[in-house]
């Protein structure tokens, strides 16, 4: 089996809270805490989760917006080090960040605030470009070919402001400038959810046409299920820093694996007018990120929470191939009264 | 879910086409605006009878005839009447221009320069850096404007020179404070980040997106200070610490003619009337420019 595309393992951000006379650290946000995962080339992750749950925590790490604490991030099996050449012999195979930037670009939620508002949309997408080199002619072109390529006419829009500009079309904008660096993996970090619902559909159905004429590999984060399930391959499953589920999407949404993952779909609100969701499943509020729950973390809201799951926290473990859970009911002979038994 | 794909055109040239960019425009919303347009006026015709003062100014505005003190607006040969010792008006406020602008504009260019310029380091790196210029600031702007001006001026000795370093000094902290406030909001704006996440460098980056966002504001707030400049410099002349007498500069008159004001109002309040009326055409031209730079108009 090749290489996946991209490797994530144990990825750690803990965001310090100063305070006190000296600005000491008096206590830490456990924003990211050892989140592990693999991309293959050509698909679509999803990963879901609550406000908080550390999402978008993790896409800014893989592009090194915010340095990790620690962890590794591989692209096609080079760690990705923040060096210059000189240093990068200590690290064999390694790949410098300028370089994985070329090939992992993100698209964020606010199209206009990701817009530039003094630069037109032609200078805004050839801006990248530029930057690595690119001649301004050449970049110009490239520009106006993306333009086309996401449904925009350049001739009418490579000179306009983000401000003229609708929600729709300043996304596909967003959505041009991630590509002019010709990237490999595109983090769309709830591209789509500030869009109304005619809209995102449409961009979605953009994103899905540009990932196949692109050769690209997504990386969807949502906190929409349904619109998640529309265009994921896989689905991540995070909760408090943590990964608790990943697998297919067709498993996730039909077998469940963790608690947490289930409530969250039985908390979509139904389309049945005869079968409506009446009670929220999940009580409260996540709990503070600063002092998460020790053992699974996700025990104060679980339903079937024991004693073993406060005093061990669940290794994400492959429950079906493909499909890997962190808790403790469906690892054998973990302690859990709902565990299978173990192999003889 | 079901939508139709937008339709991709089948563009494969280069299309050639004509924008206008963005200074044009700006130059062109600033044309339009007719109060700022105006003001521009006012300001031109000060700045050129300032250059052309030898030209123009009918009399001597440094010898005066004490016999012919206090004379009011309108006396034959007086045009604005005189001050308190028989000097022409008219010649001084004309001759007044050149002085007053220079004390009053100069500081706060300067100031503009280096207070941006730490304002803008400082945002945009931030963490310690920002931490230490941005304190270092504050020690500064802790003073009144009056008490840090008269400080380092009479610290340095008299003269004009001494003065403008003086001022600007005393501009420098609100500007970095301005700039910096400005730099640390843009900075966190998606369009930064994925800037930075597009690879370019920190130049590049204040270059392209930082500046063009930031100098608005910061060069509005400057520009209101330029009266409170001429002020300070007016007060500066006053302990003698900046122009002396007989030096023709509008603060200087304003000062020495206080107790005209009794006798004749008219002709003590003229100095007053000219720096209000640099004053308020610097800002309301700077309100125009603001304008015309925030494309979101």
């Known amino acids: 089996m090749s290489a996946p595309l991209l490797e994530v393992r144990d990825l750690v951000k803990h965001f310090p809270i100063k305070g006190g006379l000296l600005d000491r650290t008096v206590a830490v946000v456990h924003a990211v805490d050892g989140v592990s ?11 879901v989760g609550e406000s908080g749950c550390g999402k978008s925590t993790t896409a800014r790490l893989l592009v090194h917006l915010i340095e990790p604490d620690s962890g590794r991030v591989a692209l096609e099996g080079h760690e990705i080090v923040r060096s210059s050449n000189r240093q990068r012999g200590g690290v064999p195979g390694g790949i410098s960040i300028n370089r994985a ?6 698209v964020f939620q606010d199209s206009f605030a990701s817009l530039n508002p003094r630069l037109t949309v032609e200078d805004s997408i050839a801006f990248a470009p530029r930057v690595h080199g690119t001649p301004e002619r050449e970049a110009r072109a490239r520009a106006q070919n993306l333009l086309a390529k996401v449904g925009l006419e350049p001739a009418r829009f490579a000179g306009r402001y983000p401000h003229e500009l609708s929600g729709g079309q300043r996304q596909r904008i967003n959505i041009a400038r991630a590509l002019a660096l010709e990237p490999r993996i595109v983090i769309l970090d709830e591209a789509v959810s500030a869009l109304d619902k005619s809209v995102e559909a449409q961009v979605l159905n953009l994103l899905i046409d540009l990932k196949r004429e692109l050769g690209l590999t997504y990386l969807f984060i949502s906190h929409d299920l349904n619109v998640v399930q529309y265009v994921s391959d896989r689905v991540m499953v995070m909760y408090l820093g943590k990964v608790v589920e ?6 996730i949404y039909a077998r469940t694996g963790h608690p947490y993952t289930r409530a969250l779909l039985s908390a979509m609100p139904s389309m049945d007018p005869d079968h409506r969701t009446s009670v929220p499943p999940l009580a409260g509020d996540p709990p503070n990120p600063i002092d998460p729950p020790s053992g699974c973390r996700f025990r104060t809201r679980c339903p079937h929470a024991e004693a073993v799951c406060a005093s061990r926290e669940p290794l994400l473990a492959e429950t079906e191939p493909g499909h890997r859970v962190a808790c403790h009911m469906l690892h054998a002979g973990s302690g859990h009264t709902a565990a299978p038994r173990a192999a003889a | 879910m079901s939508a139709a794909t937008l339709p991709t055109p089948a563009v494969d040239a280069v299309v050639v086409h004509k924008t206008r960019g963005y200074w044009r425009g700006v130059f062109a919303r600033l044309l339009r605006d007719k109060v700022a347009m105006l003001c521009l006026l006012v300001l031109a015709a000060i700045v050129l009878m300032a250059i052309f003062a030898p030209w123009i100014a009918p009399a001597d505005p440094i010898k005066g005839s004490v016999l012919k003190r206090l004379l009011p607006v309108g006396s034959p040969g007086f045009p604005l009447g005189s001050d308190e010792l028989g000097r022409d008006m008219l010649s001084r406020l004309i001759y007044g221009a050149r002085l007053s602008l220079v004390m009053g504009i100069t500081p706060v260019i300067n100031a503009l320069v280096i207070g941006s310029f730490l304002g803008i380091v400082a945002g945009f790196v931030g963490g310690r850096v920002n931490t230490v210029i941005m304190r270092t600031v504050d020690v500064f702007y802790a003073f009144p404007s009056v008490l840090l001006a008269v400080a380092i001026s009479g610290a340095l000795g008299a003269g004009i020179t001494n003065a403008l370093l003086a001022l600007t000094i005393v501009f420098i902290p609100p500007i970095a404070r301005v700039a910096e406030s ?16 597009s690879g370019a460098g920190a130049f590049t980056i204040i270059r392209v997106h930082i500046l063009g966002n930031v100098l608005g504001p910061i060069f509005v707030y400057a520009t209101s200070l330029v009266s409170v400049s001429m002020i300070l410099a007016s007060g500066l002349s006053f302990l003698g610490l900046g122009t002396k007498p007989p030096d023709p500069e509008w603060g200087l008159m304003l000062n020495t003619l206080r107790t005209a004001i009794y006798t004749q109002p008219l002709v003590a309040a003229l100095p007053g009337v000219m720096i209000f009326a640099v004053s308020i055409s610097f800002n309301l031209m700077s309100d125009g420019l603001r304008s015309a730079m925030d494309v979101q108009r």
């Open chain 2, 182 to 197: 400005v730099t640390t909001q843009v900075r966190s704006l998606d369009f930064v980040e994925a800037a930075r996440a």
């Open chain 1, 101 to 106: 930037r070329r090939q992992m670009q993100m």
């Open chain 1, 37 to 47: 995962f693999s991309l293959e080339a050509g698909e679509t992750l999803g990963i």
């Open chain 1, 246 to 251: 990943i697998g297919p999407v067709a498993r």
